[in-house]
């Protein structure tokens, strides 16, 4: 069985470009969470997908925006980046949306810099 | 508005002895409550899962137990060892809202001395 995979590992962006970051989910897993960790802070959430459609969202702007894929595989694209951007971004993925609350597997994480 | 706070925020000990992290949440209603591990610049490696309906949780040298009345949940590693050092986060889903909005505490960072 095939953990959650993220990629790029590490990125380094200047202040107004966009990024993009990828998530493939756990095998099985149809719904997907992204979170952005300051460093010293825990995860905020960002937003959640399930079936191609966002299914919730935290306190986050309109220009942090994701999508999902049919093989259930998701990306987050922030654009007009800013030096509080910068953060380790990580994705969760689990295996349903439904029940009392199904436990969330995390991939490695970006590390994402804004100069 | 949901908030979980983790005591304390740093934590250093022998190795061999057992231990106790707290997390405390302000809304008892929550879904569930999870612990994570995470060491320096990687992801998460969930512990332990506590649906609202249980009390604790069990696995190998750790247990969880969780008082939704009280707002309170621990951590207890016992027999400590080297490779536990780690950053050890506590999380809740509330009701309501979408399924990966977990809320998460700081973290306590533990470090186990030889």
């Known amino acids: 069985e095939t953990g959650v995979t993220q990629s790029p590992t590490h990125l380094i962006k200047t202040r107004g470009q966009q990024v993009t970051l990828r998530c493939s989910s756990q095998?099985?897993?149809?719904?997907v969470s992204w979170y952005q960790q300051a460093l010293g802070q825990g995860p905020q959430f960002i937003f959640q997908?399930?079936?191609?459609?966002?299914?919730g969202r935290g306190n986050f702007p309109p220009r942090f925006s994701g999508l999902q894929f049919p093989n259930y595989s998701s990306e987050l694209n922030v654009n007009a980046l800013e030096l509080d951007d910068s953060a380790l971004y990580l994705c969760?993925?689990?295996?349903?949306?439904?029940?009392?609350?199904?436990?969330?597997?995390f991939g490695p994480g970006t590390r994402l810099t804004v100069l | 508005k949901q908030e979980v706070t983790q005591i304390p925020a740093a934590l250093s000990v022998p190795e061999g002895e057992n231990l106790v992290l707290n997390c405390s949440f302000t809304?008892?209603?929550?879904?569930?409550l999870q612990w994570f591990r995470q060491d320096p610049g990687k992801g998460l490696t969930s512990l332990l899962l506590?649906?609202?309906?249980?009390r604790e949780q069990t696995s190998g040298r750790l247990n969880a137990s969780l008082d939704k009345s009280s707002g309170r949940s621990t951590l207890y590693i016992a027999a400590s060892q080297p490779g536990d050092s780690a950053t050890y986060l506590c999380?809740?889903?509330?009701?309501?809202?979408?399924?990966?909005?977990?809320?998460f505490g700081k973290g306590t960072k533990l470090s186990v001395k030889p």
């Open positions: 095998s099985g897993h149809n719904t």
């Open positions: 809304d008892s209603a929550i879904y569930n």
């Open positions: 969760a993925s689990s295996p349903s949306l439904a029940g009392e609350g199904s436990e969330q597997f």
């Open positions: 999380a809740v889903r509330p009701p309501g809202g979408s399924q990966g909005n977990l809320i």
């Open positions: 997908y399930y079936r191609e459609e966002e299914n």
């Open positions: 506590i649906q609202s309906s249980q």
